[in-house]
């Protein structure tokens, strides 16, 4: 079953903004590390960013450094990913997904154990 859903996405212009939403199902995502992964056609799944359960530690892709940030709110049992200076290289089905480290984070895709069907993102020029 789909644990964790996403939404947000959709179709914007180069140099535009959106913001992905993660909410879950039957999880308490305060309890996990979380990450966002992205996978273009052709392309193996990529991280893109990661907080730690505490929020102390992030991570960002180069490609999308300064562009992205990723937050969380535990009052709502949700998890962000804001997106701005879209490029059309950032088109991709976005994932939400969650790691049960207690303690800083993890990059790696089986390093996460719940995952959200993923929304799609297009930027176009």
């Known amino acids: 079953q789909v644990r964790l859903v996403e939404s947000g996405g959709g179709l914007v212009l180069a140099g535009g903004s959106l913001r992905l939403s993660c909410a879950a199902s039957e999880l308490t995502l305060r309890n996990y590390a979380m990450a966002w992964f992205r996978q273009a056609p052709g392309k193996e799944r990529e991280i893109v960013a990661a907080?730690?359960?505490?929020?102390?530690?992030?991570y960002y892709a180069d490609s999308v450094k300064g562009r992205f940030t990723i937050s969380r709110d535990n009052a709502k049992n949700a998890v962000y990913l804001q997106m701005t200076s879209l490029k059309p290289e950032d088109t991709a089905v976005y994932y939400c997904a969650a790691d049960r480290r207690i303690v800083g984070l993890r990059l790696g895709r089986q390093n996460y154990d719940y995952w959200g069907q993923g929304t799609q993102v297009t930027v176009s020029l």
């Open positions: 907080i730690s359960r505490s929020g102390a530690d992030i």
